[in-house]
Structure formats: structure tokens, C-alpha cells
């Protein structure tokens, strides 16, 4: 760390005044960066953050806070009794029985959102089906006991993306098999309308490994940017691919 101007510097590279008064206000600098990097790659992973991606969910987000009273609500929301609903892919992980699907049904009760998808492998939310059903959703089942190839029909035939609207599928790879065609088909559909459309979207995804492992990579990347987020629950990270690890934040419940 150099001085320039009476002020700190980061040695070796240039930089702009914002960032110089930000560098000078900062009481403990090494503490502050450490910060905002641990804030970074729980979003973005351990990718470049110049990557043309990353830039460009950048500038979507910025550009979308209109409003410094905007800003100061959510803050203050943030701060308040909902801090346990996260804004970022998030996959809670921890033994049988310690709460992960509860995790994933907080979510889906409390925020509100607009389109969800839910891959249910264990048959543990028709409860939250009913719910869902008396606030307004549209729910759409996916016949449990056909193969994974007539589900994933069945949901692309059913998949406009619009507001108050639930696909749910019970789905199982020992049940029902996995046809990672229609599957990746029904995520990239999906997200692309979603994006397009504007609409809030939650993929919730229940201990469905193979269908965690065709998530598109751009839903991975930039879906935060969109407001299309993914929620799942497992009891460990091992076998889910890496490149999708790197967009999740773990949470590990114990």
C-alpha cells in the first residue's frame, strides 16, 4: 500500500478517485477488503470478476437500484426478521433430518415469489402445494408415477412462465429415471422466458442430484441479475459439479 495525493493507494495499480476516497475512508482497509471479497465469492464463485458476465450483472444490478429510498428499505427489511432469506443460489447442506427441506419451504412461503419450480424428490411439499393454492397460485402436478421423460413432457407442455404460478414434479432417479435432454430443455425454456418476461422465478430443488447437475450455466452466472434464483437442499456438495458449486453459497446446517 502506497500514498498518492496524502491518501492510500493499492501499489502497482492505478485507479480512480471514487475508489481513492473510498480506499481513505475505510478505518481499517485490510479488514474492508477482506469483506467485500468474501461478499464476491459467495456470489460470483472464484471467477474473474472481469469476466463479461460478471461485468454485465454488474451494471444490471447497479442500474436497477433507482432509488437511495429504494435501497435504504431493503436495507432496513435486511436487517429485520426476514436476514434468513437469502438473494443468492444457495444450497443448504447437513445430515438426514436437520432441517434442509425446512430451509427450502421457509423460502418458498415467506418471499413471495412469482414463478416456482419444484423438483421434489421425496414427495415432502404437496402441504406447501395446498398453501400456495389458497394465495392464488395456479399449481401444476406433475403426474408422480410416469416415467422422467413423460414429466418433463408433461411440464414443458405446462411451462409458460407467469405470475402466481407452480410446476411441481415428484421425481426420483431410482423411480422415475432421468432424461437430461427434456430436463435441461425445461431449465433453459424456462429461465429464458423468465428473464425476458421479468418475473421473479425460484427453481427449489429437493435432493435431485441429476437434475442440480444440467442447471445452465447462465442461470448459474447472471439468474441473480434476473431475480431467478435456485434453492436446493442436499446432504453434501460431493457429487454436484464444480462449476455450478462455484455460483452456490453453501450453507451448512449443524
Not at 450483472?57 to 429485520?80: P, R, Y
Not at 429464458?192 to 437434475?211: C, M, N, P, Q, V
Not at 434464483?229 to 460431493?238: D, G, K, P, Q
Given at each position: 500500500?502506497?500514498?498518492?495525493?496524502g491518501?492510500?493507494?493499492?501499489?502497482?495499480?492505478s485507479?480512480?478517485i471514487?475508489?481513492?476516497?473510498?480506499?481513505?475512508?475505510?478505518?481499517?482497509?485490510?479488514?474492508?477488503?477482506?469483506?467485500?471479497?468474501?461478499?464476491?465469492?459467495?456470489?460470483?464463485?472464484?471467477?474473474?470478476?472481469m469476466?463479461?458476465?460478471?461485468q454485465?450483472?454488474?451494471?444490471?444490478?447497479?442500474?436497477s437500484?433507482?432509488?437511495?429510498?429504494?435501497?435504504?428499505?431493503?436495507?432496513?427489511?435486511?436487517i429485520?426478521?426476514?436476514?434468513?432469506?437469502?438473494?443468492?443460489?444457495?444450497?443448504?447442506?447437513?445430515?438426514?433430518?436437520?432441517?434442509?427441506?425446512?430451509?427450502?419451504?421457509?423460502n418458498?412461503m415467506?418471499?413471495?415469489?412469482?414463478f416456482?419450480m419444484?423438483?421434489?424428490?421425496?414427495?415432502?411439499?404437496?402441504?406447501?402445494?395446498?398453501v400456495?393454492?389458497?394465495?392464488?397460485y395456479?399449481?401444476?402436478?406433475?403426474?408422480?408415477?410416469?416415467?422422467?421423460?413423460?414429466?418433463?413432457?408433461?411440464?414443458?407442455?405446462?411451462?409458460e412462465?407467469?405470475?402466481?404460478?407452480?410446476?411441481?414434479?415428484?421425481?426420483s432417479?431410482?423411480?422415475n429415471?432421468?432424461?437430461?435432454?427434456?430436463?435441461?430443455?425445461?431449465?433453459?425454456?424456462?429461465?429464458k422466458?423468465?428473464?425476458?418476461k421479468?418475473?421473479?422465478?425460484?427453481?427449489?430443488?429437493?435432493?435431485?442430484?441429476?437434475?442440480?447437475?444440467?442447471?445452465?450455466?447462465?442461470?448459474?452466472?447472471?439468474?441473480?441479475?434476473?431475480?431467478?434464483?435456485?434453492?436446493?437442499?442436499?446432504?453434501?456438495?460431493?457429487?454436484?459439479k464444480?462449476?455450478?458449486?462455484?455460483?452456490?453459497?453453501?450453507q451448512?446446517?449443524?
Amino acid at each position: 500500500m502506497s500514498n498518492s495525493l496524502g491518501g492510500k493507494r493499492i501499489a502497482g495499480r492505478s485507479q480512480t478517485i471514487e475508489v481513492e476516497r473510498w480506499l481513505n475512508s475505510q478505518k481499517n482497509l485490510n479488514a474492508s477488503l477482506n469483506n467485500v471479497i468474501s461478499h464476491m465469492v459467495r456470489i460470483f464463485g472464484y471467477r474473474d470478476v472481469m469476466d463479461y458476465n460478471i461485468q454485465s450483472f454488474l451494471f444490471h444490478k447497479i442500474s436497477s437500484t433507482i432509488s437511495f429510498d429504494d435501497e435504504t428499505e431493503q436495507v432496513a427489511e435486511a436487517i429485520g426478521e426476514k436476514t434468513y432469506l437469502s438473494n443468492i443460489h444457495t444450497i443448504y447442506t447437513g445430515a438426514a433430518g436437520i432441517g434442509k427441506t425446512h430451509m427450502l419451504k421457509r423460502n418458498l412461503m415467506l418471499s413471495n415469489d412469482e414463478f416456482i419450480m419444484i423438483i421434489d424428490k421425496y414427495g415432502e411439499f404437496y402441504d406447501d402445494l395446498e398453501v400456495l393454492q389458497e394465495k392464488g397460485y395456479e399449481v401444476i402436478r406433475i403426474n408422480e408415477n410416469k416415467i422422467s421423460h413423460e414429466q418433463f413432457k408433461e411440464a414443458i407442455e405446462n411451462s409458460e412462465v407467469k405470475k402466481e404460478k407452480v410446476i411441481h414434479i415428484t421425481t426420483s432417479e431410482d423411480v422415475n429415471g432421468f432424461d437430461i435432454v427434456s430436463a435441461r430443455k425445461l431449465l433453459n425454456s424456462t429461465f429464458k422466458e423468465a428473464r425476458e418476461k421479468g418475473i421473479k422465478t425460484r427453481y427449489y430443488i429437493d435432493g435431485h442430484l441429476s437434475f442440480m447437475n444440467q442447471l445452465p450455466e447462465e442461470l448459474c452466472e447472471i439468474g441473480r441479475a434476473y431475480n431467478c434464483l435456485v434453492f436446493a437442499a442436499f446432504i453434501s456438495t460431493a457429487a454436484i459439479k464444480t462449476d455450478i458449486i462455484n455460483q452456490f453459497y453453501i450453507q451448512d446446517l449443524k
